[in-house]
T-cell receptor, first 113, second 116 residues
Framework: DTGVSQDPRHKITKRGQNVTFRCDPI?????LYWYRQTLGQGPEFLTY????????KSRLLSDRFSAERPKGSFSTLEIQRTEQGDSAMYLC???????????FGSGTRLTVV | DAKTTQPNSMESNEEEPVHLPCNHS???????IHWYRQLPSQGPEYVIH???SNVNNRMASLAIAEDRKSSTLILHRATLRDAAVYYC?????????????????FGQGTILTVHP
């Protein structure tokens, strides 16, 4: 068990470019969550997968955001036409059971310039 | 989602116990109380969770009031590595209609400073 891995750790991109982040959850965890965190705030929920099905999306997830989890394993989060307001830490978490704790990754810090 | 109220910050000395309070007066019967902490430049880390009874694990203890409207996270001997933001969160158990998937809703948390 190597924990939840996120790649890349840091990403600097120009406004208007597309970016994609990857999350590898703990292998036996069927539940995967994406969160976004801005400086000084707690993480905000973006979306949830159970296996390969995306079951819940936050209103924060605009049309420019898309997430996938093919085959119920790793997940990707893509942001199209990035804006400066997208600058944040993007966190991925996985869990096994309905009420068990999450395991978070270390996050991908996105800076849009 | 039911909300929690925590102090913005607390301070402690190394090797002393720390009691981090959390109020959740609107908790529902199916809400679990979760605690996470976040060290600088890291993702949140699960600490402990409970429903009605007090819980202990290797990291901390969770004391839950009888009416469940408040809880306290107890670090028995604070170390410098315990300095972090501590989040108290109410987590929905998924309902039969499938409209709640147990997501965590984070607040501002309590910034814990530990002095040597």
């Amino acid at each position: 068990d190597t924990g939840v891995s996120q790649d890349p750790r840091h990403k600097i991109t120009k406004r208007g470019q597309n970016v994609t982040f990857r999350c590898d959850p703990i292998s036996e965890h069927n539940r995967l969550y994406w969160y976004r965190q801005t400086l000084g705030q707690g993480p905000e929920f973006l979306t949830y997968f159970q296996n390969e099905a995306q079951l819940e999306k936050s209103r924060l997830l605009s049309d420019r955001f898309s997430a996938e989890r093919p085959k119920g394993s790793f997940s990707t989060l893509e942001i199209q036409r990035t804006e400066q307001g997208d600058s944040a830490m993007y966190l991925c978490a996985s869990s096994l059971a309905r009420v068990s704790g999450y395991t978070f990754g270390s996050g991908t810090r996105l800076t849009v310039v | 989602d039911a909300k929690t109220t925590q102090p913005n910050s607390m301070e402690s000395n190394e090797e002393e116990p720390v009691h981090l309070p959390c109020n959740h007066s609107t908790i529902s019967g199916t809400d679990y109380i979760h605690w996470y902490r976040q060290l600088p430049s890291q993702g949140p880390e699960y600490v402990i969770h409970g429903l009605t009874s007090n819980v202990n694990n290797r990291m901390a203890s969770l004391a839950i009031a009888e009416d469940r409207k408040s809880s306290t996270l107890i670090l028995h001997r604070a170390t410098l590595r315990d300095a972090a933001v501590y989040y108290c969160i109410l987590r929905d158990v998924e309902n039969a209609g499938g409209t709640s998937y147990g997501k965590l809703t984070f607040g501002q948390g309590t910034i814990l400073t530990v002095h040597p």
